[in-house]
């Protein structure tokens, strides 16, 4: 089996200091998608090029102390993609694509794991219009690259897709991550361009159990009132090979909850 996993560390600093690594050393996942670094190269470099034995490839932002995705994997990459192309959302560190390309491989013989950091509207109709301009350039980047490869992407998508991925649907039909807009670039990509939701495939109608964000206002947490932001999408090819999956609750990394599934096949 391939364990991925993905989490939202909400600042390295911050998440390797509440236990992140020794919990890594114990569940040994292949690979572990990152988001939300909120470090640069020199924040990394002596102190996180590695973790639990796992080398990080990242995509840091401009801004310091913001944004910022990495992949650290147990095994090496033949090529590492820094950024998708974007004028603007590049220099804001939101994509890095390990790939793993193998011709003698039976399945996935061309494979990408990717993580990305879709950016978050909530704090106000500016970010929420970057939030849109993102997602329009986005998608055809996407199915460009399925042209050439599998892949699957992690990571925090900031979009809750169904009323079964959070607490209070009703009272959130109007703010950013489950605004209609939102989820219907969410069904258009998962039917038009014909991506899988792997956990949704493993776990069609779970509600609670599947939440992977909390507010940390109010009770949150203790209440289990969630949002389920945190995906593996996949190509189909590479969704057939999810064999189950688990969100870690026991404890807390950040504000996200680690999110992981095994796949059938090794690099």
């Not at 102190?47 to 992949?71: I, M, N, P």
């Not at 003698?104 to 950091?117: D, N």
């Not at 986005?138 to 892949?151: E, N, V």
């Amino acid at each position: 089996m391939f364990k991925l996993t993905s989490l939202n560390l909400n600042g390295i600093r911050s998440a390797t200091s509440k236990g992140l690594e020794d919990w890594l050393v114990q569940s040994k996942p292949d690979c572990i998608c990152v988001q939300e670094l909120k470090a640069q190269a020199a924040d990394i470099s002596g102190r996180f090029e590695e973790l639990a034995g796992l080398k990080g490839h990242f995509h840091f932002a401009e801004k310091k102390g913001y944004s910022g995705v990495g992949v650290y994997s147990r095994h090496e990459p033949s090529d590492v993609i820094i950024g998708y192309g974007s004028h603007e959302f590049d220099l804001e560190g939101r994509y890095v694509e390990l790939r793993f390309d193998q011709p003698s491989r039976k399945h996935l013989p061309k494979l990408s794991i990717i993580s990305a950091y879709f950016p978050s509207g909530s704090s106000g109709p500016e970010r929420q219009e970057a939030k849109f301009r993102f997602l329009a350039e986005f998608y055809p980047h996407l199915l460009s690259l399925k042209q050439d490869r599998d892949y699957v992407l992690c990571g925090d998508i900031n979009i809750a897709h169904q009323e079964i991925d959070l607490k209070n649907f009703k009272g959130n039909k109007k703010n950013s991550g489950f605004l209609p807009e939102e989820r219907a670039w969410m069904t258009r990509l998962l039917s038009e361009a014909g991506k899988v939701d792997v956990y949704r495939q493993l776990q069609p109608s779970t509600t609670g159990e599947a939440y992977t964000w909390w507010s940390n206002r109010g009770q949150a947490y203790a209440k289990n009132v969630g949002w389920r932001l945190d995906y593996h999408l996949a190509t189909p090819a590479f969704a057939a090979l999810a064999r189950s999956e688990h969100i870690y609750k026991e404890q807390r990394f950040s504000d996200h909850a680690p999110m992981t599934v095994d796949y059938n096949f090794t690099l």
